[in-house]
């Protein structure tokens, strides 16, 4: 879609999450069902169920926008999803599987709070007060979610990691 206007580019980057999301929400059960950590898997879990309603803020969005949330596919997150595969495909070591799907999970997140942040300041510019603090709300989701897989591997994961290795 030629970008131009401003709106068409809010439009064009949420339904680039859009689908960045739903295609995030058909890979975690793998990747939740490849760790061994159970405190990783609950939070992987939770992060799913999450993901659900920040599916539908963005619907809620579209919606406001007269605007359709399908039409792109989000290659930046395909490619992320790709290399989890391949690492739990390659498998190893448990306790070291779960700090590189860890690391994986945490660039998945890392993404989403890029085009949450970009689309937040969008919305704010254009006047959308109401997409604005869904989005915002969600960017914080998406930053929790990063804060805990980063306390996980932390205090707990790579610790096991490094043991397995010696
Ligand atoms: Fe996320």
Redesign the pocket.
């Known amino acids: 879609m030629p970008l131009n206007s401003m709106q068409d580019l809010m439009i064009h980057k949420l339904q680039d999450i859009y689908d960045a999301e739903n295609q ?1 929400l058909q890979a975690y059960p793998q990747i939740a069902g490849a760790v061994s950590s159970q405190e990783l898997k609950q939070a992987l879990q939770t ?1 799913q169920q999450e ?1 659900q309603g ?1 599916v539908q803020r963005l619907e809620q969005i579209f919606q406001q926008l007269g605007a359709q949330p399908g039409g792109q596919t989000c290659n930046g997150m395909q490619g992320l999803i790709q290399e989890s595969q391949k690492i739990i495909q390659e498998g190893g070591a448990p306790e070291v599987l779960d700090a590189a799907i860890i690391a994986a999970a945490q660039a ?2 890392h993404y ?1 709070i890029a085009g949450y942040g970009t689309a937040r300041t969008l919305a704010q510019q254009a006047g959308m007060t109401e997409a604005a603090q869904l989005l915002e709300q969600t960017l914080e989701e ?1 930053k929790q ?1 990063d804060a805990l897989l980063t306390r996980l591997a932390e205090q707990n994961v790579n610790q096991k990691a490094q043991q397995a290795g010696q």
């Open positions: 995030a992060h993901t920040q998945m997140e989403e998406e979610t």
